[in-house]
């Protein structure tokens, strides 16, 4: 494991929520995030948006939400772990267990974390000194801005 301080940590502001998808898009389809990549959201339904918006692209992803069977996520998971799919799509919280994710080389916060916390939990999953944090704001939302604060 990484010590978190070492690793990079990059934030990009997007002027509204279509710029976030627009640069994950890009990220992700030019290869510029390489390796296994979980995208963290605040719920579960921009935890699907963001899973359909790739699926366009034929840029395959898996959701993993609180209510999912212990079996369900297990397979997911596995298949993460070996390398079958390359995205990953969380909720920064809401889990009874944390499901056990390891192997990640980069987070992408495409909500913000809720604090600080939240925030080193997620940037410790990062397996590789190579890999970094990416959190992107929307400087128009409050809560982004005070979480930013906190960092």
């Given at each position: 494991?990484?010590?978190?301080?070492?690793?990079?940590?990059?934030?990009?502001?997007?002027?509204?929520?279509?710029?976030?998808?627009?640069?994950?898009?890009?990220?992700?389809?030019?290869?510029?995030?390489?390796?296994?990549?979980?995208?963290?959201?605040?719920?579960?339904?921009?935890?699907?948006?963001?899973?359909?918006?790739?699926?366009?692209?034929?840029?395959?992803?898996?959701?993993?939400?609180?209510?999912?069977?212990?079996?369900?996520?297990?397979?997911?998971?596995?298949?993460?772990?070996?390398?079958?799919?390359?995205?990953?799509?969380?909720?920064?919280?809401?889990?009874?267990?944390?499901?056990?994710?390891?192997?990640?080389?980069?987070?992408?916060?495409?909500?913000?974390?809720?604090?600080?916390?939240?925030?080193?939990?997620?940037?410790?999953?990062?397996?590789?000194?190579?890999?970094?944090?990416?959190?992107?704001?929307?400087p128009g939302t409050t809560d982004d801005i005070e979480t930013l604060k906190l960092l």
């Amino acid at each position: 494991m990484t010590d978190f301080e070492q690793i990079s940590h990059l934030y990009s502001f997007c002027k509204t929520s279509l710029d976030k998808f627009i640069l994950l898009f890009s990220l992700v389809k030019l290869a510029m995030v390489d390796g296994k990549t979980l995208i963290l959201v605040k719920d579960i339904t921009q935890a699907y948006r963001i899973k359909f918006f790739l699926q366009k692209f034929s840029l395959t992803s898996f959701v993993i939400a609180q209510d999912m069977a212990k079996n369900q996520v297990g397979s997911i998971l596995h298949f993460f772990h070996i390398g079958q799919f390359n995205l990953l799509i969380m909720l920064h919280s809401g889990y009874g267990t944390r499901p056990p994710v390891k192997e990640v080389t980069n987070v992408i916060n495409f909500d913000m974390a809720p604090n600080y916390n939240g925030y080193k939990e997620n940037g410790m999953l990062i397996s590789e000194d190579t890999g970094c944090i990416l959190s992107l704001a929307t400087p128009g939302t409050t809560d982004d801005i005070e979480t930013l604060k906190l960092l």
